[in-house]
Nanobody, 123 residues
């Protein structure tokens, strides 16, 4: 059974930092690209960041470029999202997803996704 479990969310003031972790099990994770998406209340989900299966290629949404950093540790079947200089508009449920092939920014092209972790940024 494939599982993606996010952790590390919480409440933080604007300008603060959080590190999200996505732990994968039940799949050969090193064969998958890893992505982070978020969904704010009343809004459609949006792409945040993604990383290739080797970890050498990363992608970011314009809204988080320069503030967020994605990384992975294939030995631990884990993908991380380091978030800095957080803004109130970053408030959302963040969830990770795993993909073998497809458009990196398109959630429907991902094979698996987690349930998410809440991030709340207060101004």
């Amino acid at each position: 059974q494939v599982q993606l479990v996010e952790s590390g969310g919480g409440s933080v003031q604007a300008g603060g930092s959080l590190r999200l972790t996505c732990a994968a099990s039940g799949l050969r994770f090193r064969s998958y690209a890893g992505g982070w998406f978020r969904q704010a209340p009343g809004k459609k989900h949006e792409f945040v960041a993604a990383i290739g299966w080797t970890g050498n290629t990363t992608y970011y949404a314009d809204a988080v470029k320069g503030r967020f950093s994605i990384s992975r540790d294939n030995a631990k079947n884990t993908v991380y999202l380091q978030m800095s200089s957080l803004k109130s508009e970053d408030t959302a449920v963040y969830f990770c997803a795993a993909q073998t092939i497809g458009a990196i920014e398109n959630l429907s092209d991902y094979d698996y996704r987690g349930q998410g972790t809440q991030v709340t940024v207060s101004s």
